[in-house]
């Protein structure tokens, strides 16, 4: 079974500066799919950026990329240009490739972000 | 615009009673989930579907049940065997091949 450990249940950042999510996860597969999901006081899930394990270029989408470590099994996330609408929680998230439980999401506890003006 | 639909937005449930959540989506996915999302903890998945009248059960499945008759479909029963109910719940949706899933605006159930 997968495990998503995020360690840090809450962070905050000045308005136009950078933040850093940390998430861990613990997996015996090879071929995987990591994600980070953003969810707002309005309670709707947004995916933010998506990271394939078998590609060991990070991704990255506008303000937004991450850091993975395959062999730390590592896979944070990075905020450049904090602004207000990123005040929300974030989710990082495991899914295996393939087989019986394909396309299943294993998500961690969460951090809630804040955004200071 | 293509999307996921859950009704109602809240929702009360009396004791000893079953309350059913619907999901519906418009986005021709073939695969359908559900989630409890509880304060301090992540999503849980209850139950999944990848096709039309087959689902399986997931991390939280009992006192849950689902069916899938149609493919834009997938309901969500909370049976009176569910003996805390009371959290906020996500449907979500995605083609099967590796792509992420989609979400619906979510139903907080209550206890009267």
């Known amino acids: 079974a997968q495990t998503v450990t995020q360690s840090q249940p809450e962070m905050s950042v000045q308005e136009a500066e950078t933040v850093t999510l940390s998430c861990t996860y613990d997996?015996?597969?090879?071929?995987?799919?990591l994600f980070w999901y953003k969810q707002p006081p309005s309670r709707q899930m947004i995916l933010v950026i998506r990271?394939?394990?078998?590609?060991?270029q990070n991704a990255t989408e506008n303000r937004f990329s991450v850091n993975f470590q395959k062999a730390a099994k590592s896979f944070s996330l990075k905020i450049s240009d904090s602004q207000l609408g990123d005040t929300a929680m974030y989710f990082c998230?495991?899914?295996?490739?393939?087989?019986?439980?394909?396309?299943?999401?294993?998500f961690g506890q969460g951090t809630i972000l804040t955004v200071h003006p | 615009d293509g999307g996921i639909t859950q009704s109602p937005k809240y929702l009360f449930r009396k004791e000893g009673q079953n309350v059913t959540l619907s999901c519906e989506q418009n986005?021709?996915?073939?695969?359908m989930y559900w989630y409890r999302q509880d304060p301090g903890q992540g999503l849980r998945l209850i139950y999944y579907?990848?096709?039309?009248?087959?689902?399986q059960k997931g991390d939280i499945a009992e006192g849950y049940s689902v069916s899938r008759e149609k493919k834009e479909s997938f309901p969500l029963t909370v049976t009176s065997a569910q003996k805390n109910p009371t959290a906020f719940y996500l449907c979500?949706?995605?083609?099967?091949?590796?792509?992420?899933?989609?979400f619906g605006d979510g139903t907080r159930l209550s206890i009267l």
């Open positions: 990271q394939e394990a078998y590609k060991q």
């Open positions: 998230a495991f899914m295996k490739h393939g087989g019986t439980s394909y396309g299943k999401l294993t």
């Open positions: 979500a949706s995605s083609t099967v091949k590796n792509q992420p899933q989609h």
């Open positions: 986005l021709n996915h073939d695969a």
């Open positions: 997996t015996s597969e090879n071929n995987y799919y």
């Open positions: 579907s990848q096709i039309v009248n087959d689902f």
